[in-house]
């Protein structure tokens, strides 16, 4: 079975996006992306990547024009998308499980990403297919937004790091 890991960015209070989607509270952040738990050495270990719609729709809004991802993309929602021409994106209402199984066999021997958002990491957690989350939190409270993870999860600390003005936690997932 593949290796599946949430990986995110957070405030501190616990939201991945504020009220109107928005990410500027994060993007401003210095961090090094080659530091540690940093995005260059996460993203080499990839082989496949899920998210919902909001993500997605997210990538269409801010970039347009691109798409950052080499690897196969499921995209997990019941709206109606155009496809990126010459990207693998996958649109899907398939049940997490069949999802999971499609994105290891496409994965081959790398990890599986969950990129967003907090519920569908909280489903692939409820079907027993998530290993660990890695959050950034930045040093910002937001009051509100959509949540990290709306749901009760068992976390195992493993490890922490700062990286420039976000810290890293990573959780295995208490199965």
Known sequence: MSF?????????DGFIA?????LDW??????????????DNFIAEIGAIVMGAN????LLDHEPESWPYEMPAWVVTHREFEARPGRDIRFTSAAIPDIH??????????KLWVAG????????AEHGLLDEIIVSFAPVTLGSGAPIFP?????RPVEVALNGELT??????VK
């Open 26 to 39: 994060l993007l401003t952040r210095k961090n090094d992306s080659s530091g540690p738990m940093g995005y």
């Open 101 to 110: 199984r499609q994105m290891a066999d496409a994965a081959g021997d790398k």
């Open 168 to 173: 890293c936690a990573r959780y295995e997932v």
């Open 151 to 155: 749901a009760r999860q068992e976390l």
């Open 55 to 58: 993500t997605y729709q997210w």
């Open 4 to 12: 599946t890991t949430y990986y995110t960015a957070s405030s501190l």
């Open 18 to 22: 504020d009220a109107e989607h928005s």
């Open 117 to 124: 958002g907090g519920g569908l990491a909280a489903e692939f």
